[in-house]
């Protein structure tokens, strides 16, 4: 059974940094990995998208304030953000599966698995 659990979520005062957490199991190698985010009242939208080649997909939102790497040992994906804003609040998800690299892009939603998500709330 596939499980993804998110955590490190909180509040945070804008230009802050939080780290983000998502222990994937069982521990294979996926062929993409993605955080998202979704605001009160708004869509949810990707964040940042992890190939298992190691290369990255930014959404304009992510570029220059976020980073995402994975542990292998650990079972665990992260994401870490910086400089954090108010408009960054919202509930974060992780995702994961075994599409190819050429389809995985911070846009695509249509993942296979979800974890639960952690709130990330940023105040002025």
């Known amino acids: 059974q596939v499980q993804l659990v998110e955590s490190g979520g909180g509040s945070v005062q804008a230009g802050g940094h939080l780290r983000l957490s998502c222990v994937v199991s069982?521990?294979?190698?996926?062929?993409?990995m993605g955080w998202f985010r979704q605001a009160p009242g708004k869509q949810r939208e990707g964040v940042i998208a992890?190939?298992?080649?190691?290369?990255?997909s930014y959404a304009d939102s992510a570029k220059d304030r976020f980073t995402v790497a994975r542990d292998s040992a650990k079972n665990t994906l992260y994401l870490d953000m910086y400089r954090l804003q108010p408009e960054d609040t919202a509930m974060y998800y992780c995702?994961?599966?075994?599409?190819?690299?050429?389809?995985?892009?911070?846009?695509?939603?249509?993942?296979?698995?979800w974890g639960r998500g952690t709130q990330v709330s940023v105040s002025s």
């Open positions: 069982p521990n294979i190698l996926w062929g993409c």
């Open positions: 995702a994961a599966d075994q599409r190819a690299v050429g389809y995985c892009y911070w846009w695509q939603s249509d993942f296979t698995y």
């Open positions: 992890l190939r298992n080649d190691g290369s990255v």
